[in-house]
């Protein structure tokens, strides 16, 4: 079983249309949460941290749900621009500090 | 505001040869790694350095080595490429180590293919 897992997608959605990700993760050790997003043949870069309490950042809302062991991501009003691969990052504390990377959904956001 | 900027962006190499992917960061970080990235695998870490003169390994080190002369710069090199190689390698650094506050800045990729 992958330490971090995520529907690879695609999720083809119109603009305006509100859609939600989720990635679930198996070390119940992991501490800290995360969203990257890939822009097709580009580098990732940091979307937002996943706080116990939840997080929004404008029209993304992340959340982490520790008992079931899932972090979910919720795109409102979806814009052309959103169009992307969006990574789920786990941090996993311990004698090596490290973060691993799920494989990435991709969405399409269609005018 | 260069961030990580990575060279060659792209390389064609034959099955054997050697090459040298060069990182360099002009933001003061002590925090670096080389990953890669292939399909349906996620990124990957195969060497990372927590600061100047040190190196470690990450999850596939395995036909890579790496060194960290200076403090801003971290390369990777592949001494006899073989087609597993492929891939597209990212080099990042950070402040804090790994997932202090989760946010690796990214090169924009150097992408490998192995004949």
């Known amino acids: 079983r992958k330490e971090v897992e995520q529907d690879p997608g695609p999720f083809n959605v119109p603009e305006g249309a509100t859609v939600a990700f989720n990635c679930t993760y198996s070390n119940s050790a992991s501490q800290s949460f995360f969203w990257y997003r890939q822009d097709c043949r580009k580098e990732p870069k940091l979307l937002m941290s996943v706080y116990s309490s939840g997080n929004e950042d404008g029209r993304f809302t992340a959340q982490l749900n520790r008992a079931s062991q899932y972090i979910s991501l919720l795109i409102r009003d979806s814009k052309l621009s959103d169009s992307a691969t969006y990574l789920c990052v786990v941090n996993i504390w311990g004698a090596t500090n490290k973060l691993i990377f799920g494989t990435g959904t991709l969405l399409a956001v269609q005018p | 505001n260069a961030g990580v900027t990575q060279t060659p962006k792209f390389r064609v190499l034959k099955t054997g040869q050697s090459m040298t992917l060069l990182c360099a960061q002009d933001?003061?970080?002590?925090?670096m790694y080389w990953y890669r990235q292939d399909p349906g695998m996620g990124l990957r870490l195969i060497h990372y350095?927590?600061?100047?003169?040190?190196?470690a390994k990450g999850e596939v080190p395995d036909g890579y080595n790496v060194s960290r002369l200076k403090k801003q710069n971290f390369l990777l090199g592949l001494e006899s490429a073989a087609p597993s190689q492929t891939s597209v390698y990212f080099c990042?650094?950070?402040?804090?180590?790994?997932?202090?506050?989760?946010?690796?800045?990214f090169g924009e990729g150097s992408r490998l293919t192995v004949l």
């Open positions: 350095s927590v600061g100047e003169g040190t190196t």
């Open positions: 990042a650094s950070s402040r804090q180590l790994a997932g202090g506050t989760g946010e690796l800045f």
């Open positions: 933001m003061n970080h002590e925090y």
